[in-house]
């Protein structure tokens, strides 16, 4: 992780961060060193000049001209993941990045992008050693960056990569009770609250949708609730995170076929997505009350599994029609929505890999969204979104929704039919809630094949940053 330095060694491999290289002082490159970067970005448009001094690395990295700051910012963790991925082909094992220009918030965003994108999950790889990164010290000499802006990136960064850890890890290392121990784990370093209620006490509250879900498990359910509530919390009702934990989920008896269950441990994303968040805020000990909610199971086939056609009733007693079992993140939840109405929350956020209808609208490229009574909320965390780039596109949320999934023998039916296939499925949440509330689908975004930049390959921690910025404007509005 990034840390600050004041002094540099002659020794000390270089990132020269600057929009004009002429301001490059001469204590890091020659004139004519200096020279040649300039031809080579104002003539040639390069924006990454090497100078290889026998095996010490000085890059002169340029800010690229962008008037929208995010997209700005963007470019500048992009860079700074290309820059950790030569670092590391050149065998370096450190470098210091120099803010030239006294730009902190691109010189943040570069380290940034190294830090995130150095990222790799080799717990399971023999050769172990030989694959890791050899970049492990990164300084950062700023006049501008205070030492806590740079601690505060480094705790994001830490959850970020514990919700990779989280959702890179396979079923067989990762049962409901598993994931619960790790949130337990979490919570003890984090001085997070940590209550895990068993399958009994789940059995107890009528958990329909969970025990269901379940019903084709050998692994008993897990129900996890994590609370943050530190002294004199700027909200008078809390901020309820509410995340799916299918550690794996193979479609039950409307089983998965083709390709399309090889990444299904994925599906317990939303719940280490929340966790991670929960774990951020309290180790920036953000004055914001939060609770999280975490419903965890496997979804599998047996003999006791949930057929097509099957009622159910869930914890509020709504009954439901299950059209199909691979549906079933939305059952999980469903139970958690209605367990959230006991903390009388001033707005609750669901995240989960619901609807492959999310994936296919906007690819991997932001999170699908929907809200109700939680306008202004939204519209916050979409500037949030913007500037973290973990962007949102709100979808329509429109009554009609609500009458594809009305059922002819139940209150409700699980599915929608074809058409708006991630509204319904939160129509469906949204018919569990009576607070303000916002779904997020990160279907698209949260495990992907091959690494985007700083996202690498498998699961990529998307939400987490954007529900930590969120919880932050909530203590200073900006």
């Known amino acids: 992780m990034p840390k600050k330095i004041d002094k540099i060694n002659q020794e000390d491999n270089l990132i020269l961060l600057t929009a004009d290289a002429i301001k490059i002082p001469a204590d890091y490159l020659t004139k004519e060193e200096i020279a040649y970067a300039v031809q080579m970005i104002s003539g040639h448009k390069k924006e990454n000049i090497l100078f290889d001094r026998l095996g010490r690395y000085i890059f002169v990295q340029v800010i690229k001209e962008e008037k929208d700051s995010s997209k700005r910012l963007e470019n500048c963790r992009k860079a700074g993941d290309a820059l950790a991925a030569r670092l590391n082909d050149l065998k370096a094992g450190s470098v210091v990045i120099v803010d030239v220009d006294g730009k902190a918030a691109e010189t943040l965003a570069l380290g940034e992008g190294m830090a995130l994108g150095s990222y790799q999950f080799l717990k399971y790889r023999k050769e172990r050693k030989e694959k890791e990164n050899t970049l492990k010290s990164l300084g950062i000499q700023s006049k501008e960056l205070k ?167 869930m914890a509020d007693g709504t009954t439901v029609e299950v059209m199909n079992t691979d549906a079933e993140g939305r059952l999980i939840l469903a139970d958690a929505l209605s367990y959230a109405k006991k903390l009388n929350p001033g707005l609750v956020i669901t995240a989960a890999t619901l609807t492959g209808a999310a994936s296919r609208a906007i690819g991997k490229y932001g999170i699908v969204a929907m809200q109700t009574g939680a306008a202004n909320d939204m519209e916050r965390l979409k500037e949030c979104g913007d500037k973290v780039y973990e962007r949102i596109a709100e979808f329509p949320f429109w009554d009609e929704y609500g009458e594809l999934i009305k059922s002819e023998i139940a209150d409700i039916k699980n599915i929608g039919g074809p058409d708006a296939g991630m509204i319904t499925a939160g129509k469906f949440l949204a018919h569990f809630t009576d607070y303000p509330f916002i779904h997020l689908d990160i279907a698209g975004p949260a495990f992907i094949d091959k690494k985007d930049s700083y996202r690498t390959a498998g699961g990529t921690g998307m939400g987490v940053r954007l529900l930590v910025e969120f919880a932050e404007r909530m203590v200073v509005r900006r």
């Open 147 to 313: 030492d806590e802006t740079i601690e505060r990136m480094n705790i994001i960064a830490d959850a970020v990569m514990r919700c990779r850890d989280l959702v890179n890890e396979p079923v067989s290392h990762l049962s409901a009770g598993d994931l619960a121990k790790e949130f337990q784990k979490m919570g003890k370093e984090a001085g997070i609250k940590v209550e895990v209620l068993n399958k009994k006490k789940i059995e107890s509250l009528k958990m329909g949708g969970l025990l269901a879900v379940n019903k084709g498990s050998t692994d008993p359910p897990t129900f996890t609730i994590m609370e943050w509530k530190p002294e004199k919390p700027v909200n008078k009702k809390p901020l309820v995170l509410v995340g799916k934990g299918v550690v794996f989920d193979t479609g039950g008896s409307n089983l998965k076929i083709g390709t399309f269950m090889y990444d299904m441990k994925c599906d317990m994303a939303g719940a280490a997505t929340m966790a991670a968040a929960l774990y951020a805020m309290a180790g920036l000990g953000l004055p914001v009350h939060v609770v999280g909610l975490m419903p965890a199971t496997d979804n599998r086939i047996d003999a006791n599994a949930i057929a097509p056609g099957d009622i159910i009733a």
